[in-house]
């Protein structure tokens, strides 16, 4: 028992010392809306967002990671005529849930105003359904692309922040899946 208290209290002191050089509040979560649109139709005016969640840790005070969720949904609907001339309507539907994984640059400065860039993966799966005169369908598919990333956070104080973040996805050659190349969010960022 005194063996296994020993390694417990040495490995405490080692990761204590590890992590001494990371900066203060070296973890953030944030969430974020992207993607904001609008419509009007016969049922009036709407609007819609995308929304998502974002982990962040900072290694130092320059160099962070981070791993983002983002919920899209996209309805759309078509009328084509059949040879007969008979309108035919189908529904469209994506579900898609785009991870994100980026390793950023921050640069240091002494305003409130934290710019950064840095790059990463996307890992996309997206679920397709719908529904025609011959019936539904659905079928997923999946793909990872690498993307480029950057953005600045004003900071209201040291623990929150509002965010301002773009990224571009390199070489997009899922052309099944909605998801568009570049993407731009706003949202709440809180460290602790």
């Given at each position: 028992?005194?063996?296994?208290?020993?390694?417990?209290?040495?490995?405490?002191?080692?990761?204590?010392?590890?992590?001494?050089?990371?900066?203060?509040?070296?973890?953030?979560?944030?969430?974020?809306?992207s993607d904001i649109g609008g419509g009007r139709s016969s049922n009036g005016t709407s609007f819609y967002a995308d929304f998502g969640v974002a982990l962040d840790h900072m290694f130092s005070h320059h160099v962070s990671a981070e791993v983002s969720v983002t919920s899209e949904r996209s309805n759309s609907s078509f009328t084509t005529f059949s040879p007969s001339g008979v309108p035919t309507t189908i529904f469209h539907s994506d579900r898609l849930y785009p991870v994100d994984a980026t390793v950023s640059y921050h640069f240091l400065t002494d305003s409130r105003w934290k710019p950064y860039i840095g790059g990463g993966v996307r890992y996309v799966s997206g679920t397709v359904s719908g529904s025609g005169p011959l019936g539904g369908y659905r079928f997923t598919r999946r793909s990872t692309d690498p993307e480029v990333s950057g953005g600045i956070t004003f900071q209201f104080n040291p623990r929150l922040g509002l965010r301002f973040d773009a990224k571009q996805v390199v070489n997009n050659d899922h052309s099944i899946i909605t998801d568009a190349n570049f993407k731009a969010s706003v949202g709440l960022s809180l460290r602790f």
């Open positions: 028992m005194r063996k296994a208290l020993l390694v417990a209290a040495s490995l405490s002191f080692f990761a204590v010392s590890a992590f001494a050089q990371q900066p203060t509040r070296s973890n953030a979560v944030s969430v974020f809306v």
